[in-house]
T-cell receptor
């Protein structure tokens, strides 16, 4: 049973517009959420994270929003650039000694 | 520079052979992890270790084995019992198992059974 779900396998956005990637989770114990970016044949790189005590975290063009009541988080990229084209993974963890759980990823294509 | 090094980048294995994937980190991280990526499957946890000389099975441990004799090293052996070993394997580490911190990943090993 998937604890972290990314229901959109792919997303296409025009350069300069906003990209919104969504993620849902089922485990109420999760209190730490992350987004990773991955290029083919490379390891994922960390983008941004958010703790459950916050509902928003911003880092440059990237903003993550957390809605705990809906068990939903989203990553906003503004403005989108062609170099943002990659697979984005949502991940979640619980305090203590549990490994991160990853979603299946969303492939973002930013079209020039 | 600190980081995680996986080797080799590409590995070919004949059916029935065991192979070992290397993962070394010099970040002084406590916890290390092995994930497997298949198309459309995301990252699935194989094994993890939160301290030297201790490790736990993840969601898809069957056909794999690991060891954690040193803090810096967490090798993964893909045994002949693994029915479908062709995949992209990713090693990761985290600073402290008890804190909410990000995981850092290596560049991955592409294993192909021929």
């Amino acid at each position: 049973d998937q604890q972290v779900k990314q229901n959109s396998p792919s997303l296409s956005v025009q350069e300069g517009r906003i990209s919104i990637l969504n993620c849902d989770y089922t485990n109420s114990m999760f209190d730490y959420f992350l987004w990773y970016k991955k290029y083919p044949a490379e390891g994922p790189t960390f983008l941004i994270s958010i703790s459950s005590i916050k509902d928003k975290n911003e880092d440059g063009r990237f903003t993550v929003f957390l809605n705990k009541s809906a068990k939903h988080l989203s990553l906003h990229i503004v403005p989108s650039q062609p170099g943002d084209s990659a697979v984005y993974f949502c991940a979640a963890g619980a305090s203590g000694n549990t490994p991160l759980v990853f979603g299946k990823g969303t492939r973002l294509s930013v079209i020039a | 520079d600190g980081g995680i090094t996986q080797s080799p980048k590409y590995l070919f294995r004949k059916e029935g052979q065991n192979v070992t994937l290397s993962c070394e980190q010099n970040l002084n991280h406590d916890a290390m992890y092995w994930y497997r990526q298949d198309p459309g499957q995301g990252l699935r946890l194989i094994y993890y270790s939160q301290i030297v000389n201790d490790f736990q099975k993840g969601d898809i441990a069957e056909g794999y084995s690991v060891s954690r004799e040193k803090k810096e090293s967490f090798p993964l052996t893909v045994t002949s019992a693994q029915k479908n070993p062709t995949a992209f394997y990713l090693c990761a580490s985290r600073k402290n198992r008890n804190l909410n911190t990000e995981a850092f990943f290596g560049q991955g090993t592409r294993l192909t059974v021929v």
